[in-house]
């Protein structure tokens, strides 16, 4: 099954130091697993165009869709046989340590 997940900052996060993985030696756990598809960093939420269709009209707004502290700074697509595997996974990840990782099932597209 096909995961996303999203890479998150964390303003408020508390200190941490624990050791953990970098984000090579993650990718390339899953790479050699099969696990991770495809994956990057994003550009700062400056950097974003939030698109929108009202009353048949095309809005753009520069920036994000909301503002918050926290931002969505990457992403991963994953393949896992199940939940438990993608938290497994995804529980490694630098940024869960200094950030969060959310871990969504894809929905697939049936049309």
Not at 45 to 54: G, K, Q, W
């Amino acid at each position: 099954m096909q995961y996303m997940l999203f890479i998150a900052t964390d303003s408020d996060r508390e200190p941490n130091d624990a050791p953990g993985p970098t984000i090579e030696e993650w990718c390339e756990e899953g790479e050699r697993r099969g696990i991770r598809q495809q994956g990057d960093r994003l550009r700062p939420p400056a950097d974003a165009t939030t698109v929108r269709i009202r009353g048949g009209e095309l809005l753009l707004t520069d920036g994000p869709f909301a503002e918050s502290k926290e931002w969505i700074a990457g992403y991963d697509l994953i393949n896992c046989a199940d939940l438990d595997e993608a938290i497994d996974y995804a529980s490694r990840h630098p940024m869960a340590r200094f950030g969060c990782v959310e871990v969504r099932p894809i929905h697939p597209w049936e049309g």
